[in-house]
Nanobody, 127 residues
């Protein structure tokens, strides 16, 4: 049974930082590209960042580029999202997701490409 469990969310002030973690189990983690998505109240879920299975390639939504960093530790079956210079508009539920890619260094920004999803962790930025 595949499980993705996010942690690290919380309430921080404008300009603060948070580090999200997503621990995966029940899958061959190093065969999956991993992504982070978010959904704010009343809005559709949107792409935030993604990383190739090897960690060599990473991609970001324009609105977070330069502030967020995605990384992974295949030995720990964990993907991270370091979020700096947070803004109130970053407030959302953040989800991690896994997309089987085998040995391909390809990642997708499309939610439909991801087979497995976590339950999400709430991030709230106060102004």
């Amino acid at each position: 049974q595949v499980q993705l469990v996010e942690s690290g969310g919380g309430l921080v002030q404008d300009g603060g930082s948070l580090r999200l973690s997503c621990a995966a189990s029940g899958l061959t983690f190093s065969s999956y590209a991993m992504g982070w998505f978010r959904q704010a109240p009343g809005k559709e879920r949107e792409f935030v960042a993604a990383i190739t299975w090897s960690g060599v390639g990473s991609y970001y939504a324009d609105v977070v580029k330069g502030r967020f960093t995605i990384s992974r530790d295949n030995a720990k079956n964990t993907v991270y999202l370091q979020m700096n210079s947070l803004k109130p508009e970053d407030s959302a539920v953040y989800y991690c997701a896994a997309d089987f890619r085998g040995a391909s260094d390809y990642v997708s920004r499309l939610q439909t490409a991801y087979e497995y999803w976590g339950q999400g962790t709430q991030v709230t930025i106060s102004s």
